[in-house]
């Protein structure tokens, strides 16, 4: 009787161990977002363990090489050091450059022995290194990388995500985290909405109003959102802005990770924070309206009338653009309501001046003349759809979110268009 229990305990012992044994070689289905073109998978593992290194052949990869190291460091609990140069270890993560790779394309192999990561560019050798990153799989406390072969080219040369600072406020550290979720899933442009009728949150030297009254209002605001536990109003002012070195220290953060920034500051509508500090920029004899509350559109524009509206958006995109090596910048342009302009005799003494039809044509001068100036800074204009009214200014890119109709409107005349309609992509 006790040989058999004996017998007994030993056969399910040892059928455990096979089992475990048998469980380290089993690998899970591969999951990698965004899907790759193509990839063939093979019977090969690579271990993840304290000898492993992370080897990058070109001074332009040693970001994505210590990322590397330090993201497998984390999860794995293992010492995996980058080193510069060549070396025949096994284990080994190869990151190069190939020029026979498109821009943003990427080819990653990985063998039993070693993986290399290669494109023609740093951002390609960073989207193989993210999706490297999600193929780490782990059995007990064994990691490794499955056997396989990647080539993978985007589709789409814009990729991007919004942020809306101006009704709700986030910190450098939330904005850093945005960043690295762009970056994870090969997303290469942050549009961050820096301003609006909401607050205005980004330091500009020359005025100083804007973040001492601008990037504040009375209090939180938004009680749908209040209803969640989002942004209790504790009764005090709400608001914030970022320093131009956080700016810059910002800019840098997503520039190692492959993203890049465009900011946008709204004209001519969505200005109520910029008149509350300095009111002589809206239109003539109209008297200023509180900041706005959820659910309503505010009424108050720029005056197109005044030049010193141009010479303040003016001076505000020379320190913009010191900040933002974008090659775009956006100006909003949505939702400009008509009817100030309509009774401004400025803004009507412009339209006369310049030839103009209507109040549409007028700000199609008004975003004409700001892309002038941009242009003139080697640097291109983006807006929402609505720039299309009163025809659309000659190099300017369409961002089309009221549907997709303007942005098919703006690539027939030969524009940039990105498509980001409402439903489904607005969150």
């Known amino acids: 009787m006790n040989n058999r229990k004996t017998n007994v305990l030993f ?16 690998r899970e289905k591969i999951s990698i977002i965004p899907k790759p073109d193509h990839m063939i998978e093979n019977k090969d593992l690579l271990k993840i363990n304290d000898q492993m ?5 070109d001074e332009s990869l040693a970001f994505a090489a210590n990322y590397l190291a330090d993201q497998l460091s984390a999860r794995t609990k293992m010492n995996v050091v980058v080193q510069e140069g060549t070396t025949t270890g096994a284990g080994t993560v190869f990151l190069t450059l190939d020029s026979t790779e498109a821009k943003e394309a990427y080819s990653l192999i990985i063998n039993n022995t070693k993986a290399t990561l290669s494109a023609s560019t740093p951002s390609g050798t960073f989207y193989a290194v993210q999706s490297l990153l999600q193929l780490v799989q782990s059995s007990g406390d064994q990691f490794f990388l499955p056997g396989l072969e990647i080539k993978d080219e985007p589709r789409f040369a814009w990729r991007g995500m919004h942020l809306d600072v101006s009704r709700h406020f986030f910190g450098v550290d939330k904005i850093k985290k945005y ?20 607050g205005w949150r980004i330091e500009i030297k020359k005025y100083p109003l804007l973040t001492e009254q601008a990037a504040w209002r009375e209090s939180v605001g938004f009680p749908s959102n209040q209803a969640k536990g989002l942004d209790e109003d504790d009764g005090k002012p709400y608001g914030g802005f970022y320093t131009q070195e956080e700016v810059k220290e910002i800019v840098k953060y997503a520039q190692d990770r492959q993203v890049t920034i465009v900011p946008e500051i709204e004209m001519p509508a969505h200005t109520s924070a910029v008149l509350k500090a300095y009111p ?27 030049e010193e509206t141009f010479d303040f958006l003016e ?8 900040l933002f090596p974008s090659e775009y910048i956006h100006v909003g342009g949505d939702e400009a ?41 080697e640097r291109k204009l983006i807006g929402w759809d609505e720039i299309l009214e009163g025809g659309l200014a000659p190099n300017a890119a369409v961002m089309s979110w009221r549907g997709v109709a303007g942005g098919i409107a703006a690539a027939k005349a030969h524009h940039e268009a990105v498509m980001t309609p409402g439903f489904p992509l607005y969150f």
């Not at 001076?315 to 010191?322: A, K, P, S």
């Not at 100030?340 to 199609?364: F, G, M, P, Y």
């Open 179 to 198: 960043i690295d979720y762009l970056s994870m899933y090969k997303l290469n442009t942050f549009h961050w909405h820096l301003t609006d009728d909401h």
């Open 11 to 26: 056969t399910l012992a040892l059928w455990m161990l096979l089992g475990a044994c048998s469980q380290s070689m089993v």
């Open 53 to 57: 290194q992370v080897v990058y052949l």
């Open 315 to 322: 001076h505000v995109m020379d320190e913009v653009l010191t």
């Open 280 to 306: 002589d920029l809206a239109c003539e004899g109209l008297d200023m309206e509180k900041i706005v509350r959820e659910g309503t559109l505010s009424r108050n524009v720029f005056c197109a009338g005044k």
């Open 337 to 377: 309501p008509k009817d100030h302009w309509e009774v401004c005799n400025l803004c009507q003494k412009r339209i006369k001046t310049e030839q103009l039809a209507d109040e549409h044509e007028l700000q199609s001068y008004f975003i004409t003349r700001m892309e002038k100036y941009l242009n003139g800074k």
